[in-house]
């Protein structure tokens, strides 16, 4: 297989959690393609091994546009996600994209609800770091993340300044129970800590379902239950907008 795309180097790697890593590309600045993409778009990755490319892989870029630097935040899985994370600075993957439209056209919504388990909240953070710089406002915008331990949560901090330049809050859930260690440092957070599942009744509690355009992403297997308890409660189906992928890589 040929590609006549140049390999994009690593510039670095930051441990976000213990199975969570954000790796740091640098592409070419003329592949305008990267330059352009929209927020919440993805990529695909191959990485080399014993001469040839391997297949690619698709990774939802989680830093804002207007850069050909790529975040992609990744959660070692299998196989493939475990030879990313074993990457070193100075070598190269090779990355194609961007694709995908899941979070276009957000000015147009009357509210927006987004719906992140694990790693599925990396395409509404680059949504929301591209809008917090940007001239043009979102409108109000509630985010429920979801992991099954408080040790999963990362960038809470960042969740923090979104809510002071924009018309945002954010609820995150744990299937584990927080305990005073992890509080102490959101004691005048606008951040919504919950111990239990990501249910409907959940999302009804804090924000309203009617006319809100909702974004779900993550593992399938772990949303699956919430997409049925949400039409359930009568929410339309074309007004949730779903990027879920099936299994480990």
Not at 224 to 238: F, I, K, S
Request: charged share 20%; glycine share 6%; aromatic share 12%.
């Amino acid at each position: 297989m040929t590609h006549e795309h140049e390999p994009f180097p690593l510039l670095a790697l930051k441990s976000e959690t213990a199975d969570v890593k954000t790796l740091i590309f640098r592409g070419c600045g003329s592949k305008r393609e990267f330059l352009d993409r929209k927020p919440g778009q993805y990529v695909e990755v191959s990485l080399q091994q014993d001469g040839t490319w391997s297949e690619p892989h698709p990774f939802t870029v989680a830093n804002a546009p207007g850069s050909d630097i790529i975040w992609l935040t990744v959660k070692r899985r299998g196989l493939f996600t475990n030879r990313l994370h074993a990457l070193q600075p100075g070598q190269r993957a090779l990355i194609t994209g961007p694709f995908g439209a899941f979070c276009s056209r957000l000015e147009q919504h009357t509210s927006i609800i987004m719906i992140a388990a694990g790693t599925g909240i990396a395409p509404f953070l680059s949504v929301l770091r591209h809008y917090q710089r940007a001239e043009s406002a979102l409108p109000p915008i509630t985010l429920f993340w979801w992991n099954e331990s408080p040790e999963d949560f990362f960038y809470l901090h960042l969740l923090d300044s979104f809510y002071f330049s924009m018309d945002f809050s954010a609820v995150v859930i744990s299937q584990h129970p927080f305990s005073g260690k992890h509080l102490k440092h959101h004691r005048l957070s606008t951040i919504h800590f919950v111990h239990g599942e990501l249910r409907a009744e959940l999302i009804k509690k804090y924000t309203p379902l009617a006319d809100a355009a909702m974004y779900v992403c993550g593992l399938k297997d772990s949303l699956t239950p919430l997409d049925e308890q949400l039409q359930e409660l009568g929410v339309a189906p074309h007004a949730v907008h779903r990027e879920f992928w099936t299994h480990p890589l």
